[in-house]
């Protein structure tokens, strides 16, 4: 069974920066596709960044410039390196990996992360 468990989350003030970590497990085939999305409170869910196996990146233009999505395929983890935070990045964030484009994911189960003075 594929596990995905996220950590790093936190209250931060605008300007700080968070680090978030995602491990994966049990899955038995490689997630060849890794990302995160996010949700903050009476929001829909929002998609922000994505990194392929071979290390292509894509992000939400929200957080382009300030977001950095990496991976450690040794590992089987997938970081997001958020910095210049602002209140509006307070959502709970999820990871979430699939075996490509338009399979099936398979997803964390949250780590909050708070923005504020």
């Known amino acids: 069974q594929v596990q995905l468990v996220e950590s790093g989350g936190g209250l931060v003030q605008p300007g700080g920066s968070l680090r978030l970590s995602c491990a994966a497990s049990g899955a038995g085939f490689s997630l060849n596709n890794m990302g995160w999305y996010r949700q903050a409170p009476g929001k829909e869910r929002e998609w922000i960044a994505t990194?392929?196996?071979?290390?292509?990146?894509n992000y939400a233009d929200s957080v382009k410039g300030r977001f950095t999505i990496s991976r450690d395929n040794a590992k089987n983890t997938v970081y997001l390196q958020m910095n210049r935070l602002e209140p509006e990045d307070t959502s709970v964030y999820y990871c979430y990996g699939s075996r490509a484009s338009g399979w099936s994911k398979y997803w964390g189960q949250g780590t909050q992360v708070t923005v504020s003075s």
């Open positions: 990194i392929i196996g071979g290390g292509s990146t």
